[in-house]
């Protein structure tokens, strides 16, 4: 998976921080105004997003709302995955993040684990 270009993430930022369904328009307004973007270019985006599969759309009037199909850890997830594409070692890739955790973090993906065995019956 290809990371987000620039404007893709100040986008994805605005709608997953939105707490209900936006329209271009309060997305455009919402971005930083340090470079101004026009409308069509966010338009243009935002239907990328949309075609991509990260935002959903619903009509509302004239306009459509978006909405985040997928989290903001679904997104940090999928990049995690294709860093592991780059090794011969995964496992060894993911001593290293572990290694570089927090105590907090690491109760927690050990509870993860945990749940995930015992989901899959191990």
Known sequence: MRP???LEAAI????WSAAAPITIREVKDRL????ERAYTT????VDILYRKGWLSRARDGKAHRYAPSRSRDDYTAALLGEALTTTTDRTGALLRLVESMGDDEVAALRAALDAATT???S
Request: overall charge negative; charged content about 20%; cysteine-free.
């Open 4 to 6: 987000f270009g620039e």
């Open 12 to 15: 994805m930022d605005v709608v």
């Open 32 to 35: 930083p105004q340090h470079p």
């Open 42 to 45: 966010v338009q243009t985006v």
């Open 119 to 121: 989901e899959r019956g």
